[in-house]
């Protein structure tokens, strides 16, 4: 791209073509050459926006765990609907995607981007911590609910659903595990806390 040329929502087209490397090739293939050449425009324009690569990738998950947060609510606005296990097993679905996936070996490979997330995730692994309280804010609710038993953990169930699913769904190249497996997966997290039929 020519000096000069505006480019329009410059932090939301690195994002993008970052999120496309990052899925396509790995997060080892995620550089900064690799980023602005994916956007179409000079390196230079990265720096201009971003202290450095790793002030970059920080900012990049910290969209990705915004974008889950917010649909946090959504979750919660199913509370009441379908079954909980059902409701759960479509959040993983949705969750473990290819690129949440990309964003966590990213995470987990950059010991210098771990350190910067820790201001802001202090405990845990950034994005699973926060999918987690996601997940925990929707149980609660339905067990507000009289769906899943008055004295039951959600801060522990969601994050054992949580590591489950992330076992689950890693290393499989992009596809899902069929609906059943995480189905099963759920439902057995889930069975104890679950108010008995009669």
């Known amino acids: 791209m020519p000096t000069g040329v505006a480019i329009r929502d410059v932090r939301e087209q690195l994002f993008a073509a970052a999120e496309r490397v990052l899925v396509r090739d790995g997060p080892n293939a995620l550089t900064s050459r690799a980023v602005t050449t994916e956007a179409g425009c000079a390196k230079g324009v990265l720096h201009r ?8 990738l920080a900012e990049l998950v910290r969209d990705r765990i915004a974008a889950v947060e917010a649909r946090g609510a959504a979750l ?57 309280s996601v997940l925990a ?35 499989r190249d992009g596809v899902a595990p069929p609906a059943a497996e995480v189905g099963r997966v759920v439902g057995t997290v889930l069975a104890g806390a679950t108010p008995q039929a009669g």
Request: aromatic content about 8%; overall charge negative.
């Open 49 to 56: 926006h971003f202290d450095d690569f790793d002030d970059f």
């Open 76 to 132: 919660r606005g199913v509370a009441g609907t379908g079954t909980v296990s059902g409701n759960v097993a479509a959040a993983l679905t949705d969750l473990f995607g290819p690129l949440a996936l990309g964003v966590l070996g990213l995470v987990t490979s950059r010991d210098a981007l771990r350190a910067r997330l820790r201001r802001t995730t202090p405990v845990g692994i950034p994005l699973l911590t926060e999918a987690g």
């Open 137 to 171: 804010g929707y149980l609660a609710a339905e067990r507000g609910l009289g769906r899943l038993v008055a004295d039951c953990d959600t801060d522990a169930l969601a994050f054992t659903v949580i590591g489950s699913g992330h076992l689950l769904f890693a290393g």
